[in-house]
């Protein structure tokens, strides 16, 4: 699993956020419903379809810190 920085540049914390879903083997080109309930938790909009770099290039560090966290959190529940 990557390892986390939050002390990471936009383009660093995004190339994360996609490492990980790589990891939990979610789409990472487009947005699909599969990332629903953790960009739901995280609390980003996003739409079905849509480009996921120009999501996550919307995306301020604080909102990606929270995609971080639920990507994390969701992988560990996955492991239990």
Known sequence: MPVLNYHADLPSQRQFIRALMRDAE????????MHRDIFRRAGVSWTD???????LDSLNL??????????RDDDIEEDD
Do not use: K, S, Y
Request: cysteine-free; overall charge negative; aromatic content about 0%.
């Open 49 to 55: 379809g849509q480009a996921m770099d120009n999501l």
């Open 26 to 33: 979610l789409p990472t080109r487009q947005v699909t419903v």
């Open 62 to 71: 604080h909102d990606l810190h929270r995609l971080t966290d639920e990507l």
